[in-house]
């Protein structure tokens, strides 16, 4: 061990107390990232302490990754230097709540589902439907960049985050954007941050535009025998007036995880699963009127484009199955020892020739599962089901034909989650591209030392 | 500006394309601001090619280029503030791809805002961002100030209508970031040079979103006898979850002004009138009607009226959209502020306007996105009497101290540019500052690109700042 990474957790202690530092191996387990174990945590517990901590960090040379509940650390490449993690869950505050206004300001380390809660009792929301709901902080759900369900009409985090405030590399406590529904002050580095794993900065408080909570809500389930019926039955969907909250495709395999999806697992599966078929999953909101034409035409449109059969549901089951939708990813991600999940962004998200990927992988004899949001990203979720080299190397392979598959639609493809073996023999984040040169200069600007999770993500950054 | 640079201009993009002759220097040195800056020469490119030429060119010899769409800008944004190069981007004004299917479109940056709603209409497709000068600014500027417009209340601003830019940068090199998607692999450049003011690099290719036209739309107009009964009512609108596509206000003093030059059927003895636009499914639209109706009548308005047809409702938004030319008819010169607040501040925010009005004593008139918080006030003054230009610039300077104290912004969505970078201490510390300009030095480290926009004078590029300090003390306003 170098000196400069010798007794981080002691040197941590001098910094922000020793209350606020763990150095035992069985407190910096839950802080690995692909079997990488920091020496140390440090918790924060209020963004001056964040900014001193990071401030040591850059004055030592060592490196750190921010973390929340550490529900998506598998997301990127092993960091290439990681001495000790920065817990913000201490963080925990809502600093400010004009309901009136619709909006809000966050710490970081609060629980989305602990701030639904809070948002709830005004009857709004902030539309980050995400996987790991319950488990995870709103500065981590931000920080990952992982799509929300509810993109299709509430937009991503870009659409609705109106500034930041963050500790950059320096440890200087900066901030970006404001409180107002529109601002154009300045650039507006908050929108770098979505997305960036930590690797620019410590996000210390959010602010959102609220959403008002829908009076009702239903969904539609819509079953059919093949890919083109659905590429249909979207383009019907697209091209009328309705705006649904969300549009999930589902292959016959994700349908089946989806069903399956429940606490009491002797029950019965549900009326709308049909085994072996494709399955789409609308759902919409509004005043009952505005719910009833949703019926009326998704029905008429369901019919048109050959679906198999079709389901309306609401109430709490509708809640249910949205709840299961958001966290069909989480389930994927626990399926297997060897499980690797693609990210395929391309236009359209869902294209008739999506069996092409499913060929790919049975000709590697590979189990596969895809599911597809109609605005957001197409999830393919391979299962080896062992881990060994054999399936390692079959899923470089994989890998080589997804990313080639995501260049051909114009497209960009990346490994969301997958064993570290994986990652010794593939670059999750697929072929280096030109602006990686950018964002390294970015990384710069914001990280001069290096001090944030050094070789998590992309171009090397 | 040096024959030598002038002869290897006309040599990229020929010589009709290059003016450097005083008279036509002088249709160059201002925009939709009260600010003025002249150029040395102005060049027209029609490929991207062309524009990393010019560049190069341009940085061999030191001298600064600024991009130009229609200069429409209301901040200075496209201003030669240093002078150098100013590159107008009416020539690369091509469509490149129409993807109907996937509702998104490829254009060049000097595609006019309203030709790109045109060109999709028979898809039954729009652009959503619309400021009021749609019919002349172009979309690359619409891009570099991340321009709003009465409809973005519900649809959002420019940087949430683009996927995907391709930029030159100072030393010529050809970049493409984000995606046609809209999800991108690594940091969200595309987002981060959204508003940057032409200060980090030049736009040549746009991809943005189309959306789908509304199957109802539904136009009210909400007559109040009393200005606080017209903010209260935005107020409740905003607190009750009704989310209008529009929501916009006009105080008496400026509807009157409105009336007189369009006559779109403002009525001449209120105090305030407030345009609300509701949008989306029949159903939809007929109950959020009926709630705002609630609102307004809670509020003792006089009279709403709901647009009969397209007629009507055409012009009642041509009211609201060439109110800022009926201005021209009462004072040589405007000066049309734009600041933001939460929409909870309204009632007392245009309090506080009237009373620095009453204390500078200018006739302050107020038409603005009230659904937004994002206030116009509109300062009357004459221009050529220096004493009277200073107290409106003070006066404006006092009313966006203003909407910050109340936590606002300096601006909604016409962007800082010249105009107000002197402010931006009000909201930022030096070490946001610092970072900001550390993110800016990563693409445009000489300051070769729009110097002297975004940072006050004392806290942009080192290099620069004397140049632009020279430049405002050889030019002032």
């Not at chain 1, 150095?23 to 964040?50: F, H, L, N, R, W």
């Not at chain 1, 829908?214 to 969907?237: E, K, T």
């Not at chain 1, 759902?283 to 048109?304: H, I, K, N, P």
């Amino acid at each position: 061990m170098s000196s400069s990474v010798a007794n981080v957790a002691g040197r941590l202690e001098s910094v922000i107390g020793a209350a606020h530092v763990g150095g035992e191996a069985t407190q910096c387990e839950k802080y690995a990232i692909d079997g990488v174990i920091p020496a140390a945590v440090a918790m924060a517990a209020s963004a001056e302490e964040v900014a001193e901590v990071v401030r040591f960090a850059a004055r030592e040379k060592l490196a750190l990754v921010p973390c929340g509940r550490c529900t998506k650390l598998g997301i990127g490449m092993p960091p290439a230097r990681y001495d000790f993690a920065l817990d913000v869950t201490g963080l925990k505050q809502i600093a400010y709540y004009d309901p009136a206004d619709l909006t809000l300001s966050v710490d970081a380390g609060m629980g989305l589902g602990q701030l639904a809660e809070v948002l709830g009792e005004q009857k709004q929301f902030v539309p980050l439907t995400v996987p790991f709901f319950d488990e995870c902080t709103v500065g981590g759900a931000v920080a990952s960049g992982i799509s929300s369900m509810l993109r299709h009409f509430y937009g991503t985090a870009r659409d609705f985050l109106l500034g930041t405030e963050f500790v950059n590399g320096a440890g200087t406590l900066t901030k970006s954007g404001g409180r107002v529904v529109k601002n154009v002050t300045g650039y507006d580095l908050h929108k770098l941050l979505i997305g960036s794993l930590g690797t620019l900065a410590v996000i210390t408080r959010l602010n959102f535009r609220t959403f008002p909570s829908p009076q009702g809500y239903g969904h539609l389930v819509a079953v059919f025998s093949d890919v083109d019926a659905i590429v249909q039955f979207r383009n019907m969907v697209a091209k009328s007036p309705l705006a649904p909250d969300s549009f999930e495709i589902l292959g016959p395999e994700a349908a089946r995880y989806l069903a399956e999806f429940k606490e009491d697992r002797s029950s019965p599966l549900p009326s709308w699963y049909a085994a072996g078929l494709w399955h789409v999953c609308v759902s919409f909101e509004g005043t009952e009127a505005v719910l009833r034409r949703y019926s009326t035409d998704l029905a008429r449109f369901a019919q048109q484009s050959g679906a198999a059969n079709f389901e309306f549901l609401d109430g709490p089951r509708s809640e249910a199955l949205g709840g299961a939708l958001r966290e069909l990813l989480n389930l994927l991600v626990c399926s297997g020892p060897a499980v690797s999940i693609f990210k395929i962004s391309s236009l359209p998200a869902f294209p008739a020739d999506v069996v092409r990927l499913r060929e790919l992988a049975e000709r590697l004899s590979i189990p596969c599962v895809i599911f597809a949001s109609a605005s957001g990203p197409l999830y393919f979720a391979a299962q080896p089901p062992v881990l060994d080299g054999n399936a390692i190397g079959a899923m470089a392979q994989l890998a080589s034909g997804v990313f080639e598959y995501a260049t051909a639609h114009r497209g960009q493809a990346s490994i969301l989650f997958c064993p570290a073996e994986l990652k010794r023999v593939v670059n999750v984040w697929g072929p280096e591209r030109k602006d990686g040169e950018l964002m390294r200069r970015v990384k710069k600007a914001f990280d001069p030392e290096n001090v944030f999770a050094p070789g998590r993500f992309l171009a090397g950054i | 500006m040096d024959r030598s640079v002038i002869r290897g201009l006309e040599s990229i993009v020929g010589a009709s394309t290059v003016l450097d002759r005083p008279e036509d220097l002088l249709l160059y040195e201002y925009d939709g601001s009260v600010e003025k800056a002249r150029p040395g020469a102005v060049v027209f490119p029609r490929s991207t090619e062309q524009v990393s030429r010019i560049v190069r060119l341009a940085a061999q010899h030191d001298i600064p280029v600024i991009g130009r769409g229609a200069g429409t800008g209301l901040s200075g944004g496209a201003l030669a503030r240093t002078g150098g190069i100013l590159m107008v981007f009416s020539r690369m004004n091509g469509i490149l791809e129409i993807d109907v299917e996937n509702q998104r479109a490829v254009v060049q940056p000097g595609v006019v805002n309203y030709e790109m709603s045109r060109a999709v209409e028979h898809a039954g497709l729009y652009f959503a961002p619309d400021p009021s000068s749609q019919k002349s600014c172009t979309i690359g500027g619409n891009v570099l100030e991340n321009a709003g417009g009465p409809h973005t209340l519900a649809y959002g601003v420019t940087s949430n209508h683009v996927t995907a830019l391709e930029l030159v940068l100072p030393d010529g090199e050809i970049f493409r970031v984000g995606s046609r998607h809209g999800d991108t692999l690594g940091y969200d450049l595309t987002g981060l040079l959204v508003g940057s003011e032409g200060t980090l690099a030049l736009v040549t290719e746009i991809t943005v979103k189309l959306l789908r036209k509304s199957e109802s739309v539904k136009t009210l107009l909400a007559i109040f006898d009393r200005v606080d009964d017209a903010s209260e009512t935005v107020a409740e609108v905003t607190a009750r979850a009704i989310t209008p596509a529009a929501c916009e206000m006009l105080d008496g003093w400026t509807l009157r002004a409105v009336e007189d030059f369009i006559h779109a059927g403002f009525p001449m003895d209120s105090a305030a009138v407030l345009l609300i636009e509701l949008e989306g499914l029949a159903e939809s639209v007929a109950s959020q009607a009926e709630g705002v109706e609630e609102v307004c009548r809670m509020h003792h308005a006089r009279e709403v009226r709901v647009a009969r047809d397209d007629r009507e409702r055409d012009l009642l938004w041509k009211g609201r959209k060439n109110a800022f030319g009926a201005m021209g008819r009462l004072a040589p010169s405007n000066y049309t502020l734009d600041g933001v607040i939460p929409r909870s501040k309204i009632p007392q925010a245009l309090r506080r306007i009237k009373e620095l009005g009453e204390k500078y004593q200018f006739q302050i008139g107020n038409i603005f996105h009230a659904g937004d918080g994002n206030l116009h006030p509109i300062v009357l003054f004459d221009p050529r009497d220096p004493a009277q230009y200073q107290k409106a610039v003070e006066v404006s300077a006092e009313i966006i101290r203003y909407c910050v104290e109340i936590g606002g912004a300096l601006t909604g969505e016409h962007g800082v540019g010249m105009e107000k970078s002197e402010l931006m201490p009000l909201l930022f510390s030096d070490a946001d500052f610092e970072l900001m300009r550390r993110v800016h030095d990563a693409f445009n480290p000489a300051c070769a690109l729009n110097p002297g926009k975004i940072f006050p004078l004392n806290k942009g590029c080192g290099e620069i700042t004397p140049r632009a300090q020279a430049a405002v003390r050889a030019n002032p306003l």
